[in-house]
């Protein structure tokens, strides 16, 4: 189990801000690694621990250099006498905080300051008095915990529950996410693997190592983010970047970085985990800014792993699936370039797991030029999306991804602050909050608040989280369905990913005719359906009712689509766009050019699909339809239903 210190990690840059965290207690390195028990009086410990001023001088100084987030922890930060005194200094001008506590300590005053906003997690180590109080060992630990999540209700301070699971308390888990839910809204599941003692105590350590999940429970609790895959950067369970190949252990982890983290005594590094003297310098006798501009750098190139590195983790096939890191090695063997077994356990597991969700909860699906990752906690089978969808399957990502994963909980919204509302009209209230956007799926009644899906999305729309509410989970394990995002179409979606790729929907029937790309204009009843039946073994046919129409370095393309009408036949093919004809129903055949850009363009633009209409979607979009437009011959088509058409068609 490990302390918790809240890591984003942002590129690098000179002005965003940095982000800190203070241990303000000693280790006390128990096997539940959190602190029960205060430092005795006269212990050294205690007198060299930093007073209350030398922690506010060290806050001013990081401060000045831009440090507007704290983590704060312990061991147990609230066993000092002074922590509302240093709590309420640190957080009174931090953009925002972290806390992490076992709640034991926690009373009405500083319940009273923990409603500030920021992020804070108490420990729960069991479901029963019995369990918790024998992995804490102090009698009286589970009520004492329990009484601290009162006095932070009672004053209004939200809160996240944090379970620790370890063998001892692992046979209850389930009663301890139930309690957890019923103490507040938000919980997590803190890390379900333990890292040895920084003290090297033989005796703690086995306890510890006793404490050890089996790995295939490990990667059961804390799954594998398999979204962010094929990034360019590939990171571990904490959000370190892995060591880069020529050796150097903590090179990537340090350029990347704006964390650093201070010790009880004033040790300052670019890690928590980081113990080794060495690696630490002392903001008791130095200055912060040579402490981050100046020492923290010249790490890059103190540690290197050497051969004991290359032929082990260096080296090793299982490297992308492993959580280890240069300190866990250094903690459980005393040597940074050393290998932990029970990690290459645990990445055996994670290997295993990616392979059974690739095949049973993974589908991939290629769609004018863009791949769309389909991942579901259900399994998807043979049969859960519909037959349409199979000329779009393909085995690979592509270049151009985007990641759809389905869940099927809803998250509680009642204390979420979803943004700035950009647009609402049933089924759907569009929301901006910072780069994400949420969608929420609401009733046509107004008097009806329920919500019954919600899709996060990045702000490209390549990543998607949608949650899934009240009937979806039935209808998903029926199968057959009509869409990949299970909203009423995935146009909603698509339109505008589109939007961003020189890209649009247009109601149309597409066909491939000798190498030509023909589009064939019109709304329901205009004759779409009528013109890619006769065109049937003649012409290869894309879609008869949507078409996605997408500016290419070569010029404009056609591309099919799954969203067919009366004809079911679809092609997941594409072909340069040759002529865009708008159908008429007449007695003959007959083309008549439509030379007029401007009239084009007020031709072409009815036949838009507008599932979401937003001001920045239509920007893009008028501008789009102007240049198609004003680039690819038009022609109005007055056709009859005898298939002569067909000859026409091949002569333009």
């Known amino acids: 189990m490990q302390d918790y210190c809240e890591w984003i990690t942002v590129q690098d840059g000179p002005r965003l801000p940095l982000e800190g965290s203070f241990d303000l207690t000693y280790r006390c390195n128990n096997a539940c690694r959190h602190c029960w028990v205060s430092i005795p009086a006269n212990s050294p410990e205690r007198d060299n621990e930093l007073t209350v001023d030398q922690i506010t001088g060290i806050v001013d100084e990081a401060r000045t250099m831009g440090c507007r987030k704290w983590a704060i922890s312990g061991g147990e930060p609230m066993l000092r006498p002074d922590f509302p005194e240093i709590f309420d200094y640190i957080t009174g001008k931090s953009a925002s905080y ?56 009672e004053a209004g301070a939200g809160f996240i529950v944090q379970l620790i699971p370890m063998k001892d308390n692992y046979g209850q888990f389930n009663k301890m996410i139930r309690m957890a839910e019923s103490l507040s809204p938000l919980w997590r ?24 999940l089996d790995p295939r429970d490990v990667i059961e609790l ?112 005393g040597r940074f370039s050393a290998k932990v077994e029970y990690l290459c356990s645990v990445a055996r597991e994670s290997r295993k797991f990616k392979k059974t969700w690739e095949r049973d909860h993974r589908r991939c699906y290629q769609i004018a030029g863009i791949t769309i990752r389909v991942e579901s906690e259900l399994p998807i089978t043979d049969a859960t999306f519909g037959p349409k969808f199979k000329p779009f399957e393909t085995n690979s990502p592509g270049q151009d991804a985007i990641t759809l994963t389905h869940l099927f909980s809803l998250p509680d919204l009642s204390r979420q602050d979803l943004g700035v509302e950009l647009y609402r009209k049933a089924p759907w209230a569009i929301y901006r ?4 956007w949420i969608y929420a799926g609401i009733s046509p009644d107004p008097e009806d608040r329920d919500i019954d899906s919600v899709a996060v999305f990045n702000q490209d729309h390549s990543l998607g989280t949608i949650y899934h509410g009240g009937r979806q989970k039935a209808l998903y394990m029926e199968g057959n369905l009509h ?111 439509i030379e007029n850009k401007r009239e084009r363009f007020k031709k072409l633009l009815p036949y838009l699909i507008k599932p979401l209409e937003t001001r920045d979607w239509w920007e893009r979009m008028l501008v789009l339809t102007q240049r198609i437009a004003s680039s690819v011959p038009c022609y109005s088509l007055e056709f009859e239903r005898s298939g002569g058409v067909i000859e026409l068609l091949r002569g333009l």
């Not at 926690?106 to 069991?126: E, F, H, S």
């Not at 359906?529 to 073994?537: C, D, I, N």
């Open 433 to 436: 909050k910072g780069n994400s």
């Open 189 to 212: 599941i803190g890390a379900s693997w333990l890292y040895l003692s920084a003290c090297g105590d033989s005796k703690r350590n086995r306890e510890i190592s006793r404490q050890r």
């Open 483 to 593: 869409s990949l995002t299970l909203f009423p179409t995935d146009q909603i979606l698509l339109a505008r990913v589109l939007a961003d790729r020189g890209g649009c929907y247009l109601h149309s029937a597409g066909v491939i005719l000798e190498n030509k790309g023909l589009l064939f204009v019109g709304h329901s009843e205009a004759g779409k359906s009528t013109m890619a039946t006769m065109l049937k073994g003649k012409a290869e046919i894309l879609c008869d009712d949507r078409i996605i129409v997408r500016e290419r370095p070569e010029g404009f393309r056609i591309y099919g689509t799954w969203s067919h009408g009366d004809v079911a036949e679809v092609s997941a093919n594409s072909a340069p766009l040759k002529a865009m004809l708008f159908l008429e129903q007449a007695e003959q055949n007959r083309l008549i050019p």
């Open 222 to 333: 804390n799954k594998p983010d398999l979204s962010s895959e094929n990034s360019v950067e590939k990171k571990d369970g904490l959000g370190c970047q892995h060591v880069k190949d020529d050796g150097r252990l903590f090179a990537s982890c340090i350029a990347s970085t704006r964390d650093f983290h201070v010790d009880p005594y004033g040790q300052m590094s670019f890690c928590s985990f980081v113990k080794d003297a060495a690696l630490r310098y002392d903001l008791k006798t130095g200055r912060f800014q040579e402490g981050w501009d100046v020492f923290i750098p010249s790490l890059a190139e103190r540690v290197k792993g050497g051969r004991e590195y290359q032929e082990n983790c260096g080296s090793c096939t299982f490297k992308e699936d492993c959580l280890w890191c240069p300190v866990y090695g250094y903690l459980e063997h």
């Open 98 to 153: 972290s806390l992490n506590t076992n709640g034991t300590l926690i009373n009405p005053q500083i319940a009273r300051l923990m409603k500030r906003k920021g992020t804070k997690m108490v420990a729960l180590y069991g479901g029963t008095a019995e369990v918790h109080d024998h992995i804490t060992r102090i009698p009286g630990s589970f009520e004492t915990t329990l009484q601290g999540f009162a006095y932070l209700k």
